[in-house]
């Protein structure tokens, strides 16, 4: 009896631990739980620069973007030569893409692509994660879309077998 009793015990907690899995989690999930800053993560702010007028100053955003942020990926657009302004988002169509979109979207296009294959893609997690789970924190993204994954050597073979011109490409590894 005291068998019995020992392996309902250790299934019941076998069955309440698969509550404690977070199946929200990214599959990408570099966190280290250590609870102590990153080397990384720390960004120094930019120097303060007093402005020419007080009045000009824009309003506050609690929340928002500061005039003191980093902006490492607009300074590496105005350093290349280009315009970092056309990093930020909401700004409708540049007018030197419009061809392209049009040329792209011929056939129609779906407003709400984004937002159906996001949803999509998070039942598709959710189902891989059920019985995903171990001791040891790893990176699952590989695992969870390998069925997905193309190999480009068997392309590369296929093109090559069907006469196309393909590139040079680094023995297989």
């Known amino acids: 009896m005291r068998r019995a009793h020992l392996v309902a015990i250790l299934a019941l907690a076998g069955v309440a631990s698969c509550a404690l899995v977070d199946r929200d989690k990214p599959l990408r999930d570099m966190r280290t739980g250590t609870g102590r800053p990153q080397?990384?993560?720390?960004?120094?702010?930019?120097?303060?620069?007093?402005?020419?007028?007080?009045?000009?100053?824009?309003?506050?955003?609690?929340?928002?973007?500061n005039r003191t942020d980093q902006t490492p990926k607009a300074d590496a657009v105005a350093a290349l030569g280009g315009n970092p302004a056309r990093?930020?988002?909401?700004?409708?169509?540049?007018?030197?893409?419009?061809?392209?979109?049009?040329?792209?979207?011929?056939?129609?296009?779906?407003?709400?692509?984004?937002q159906e294959l996001a949803?999509?893609?998070?039942?598709?997690?959710?189902?891989?994660?059920?019985?995903?789970?171990?001791?040891?924190?790893?990176?699952?993204?590989?695992?969870?879309?390998?069925?997905?994954?193309?190999?480009?050597?068997?392309?590369?073979?296929?093109?090559?077998?069907?006469?196309a011109q393909t590139p040079a490409a680094p023995p297989e590894g």
Do not use: C, H
């Open 39 to 65: 080397e990384f993560s720390i960004v120094p702010n930019k120097p303060l620069v007093q402005p020419e007028s007080y009045a000009q100053l824009p309003t506050p955003t609690p929340g928002g973007a």
């Open 87 to 114: 990093l930020i988002a909401g700004q409708g169509v540049p007018a030197g893409d419009t061809a392209l979109i049009n040329r792209a979207s011929r056939f129609g296009r779906d407003s709400g692509v984004r």
């Open 119 to 163: 949803a999509k893609d998070a039942d598709f997690r959710r189902s891989k994660s059920i019985f995903n789970w171990s001791i040891v924190p790893r990176d699952e993204y590989n695992q969870a879309y390998k069925r997905m994954t193309l190999d480009p050597y068997e392309w590369l073979r296929l093109y090559r077998r069907a006469g």
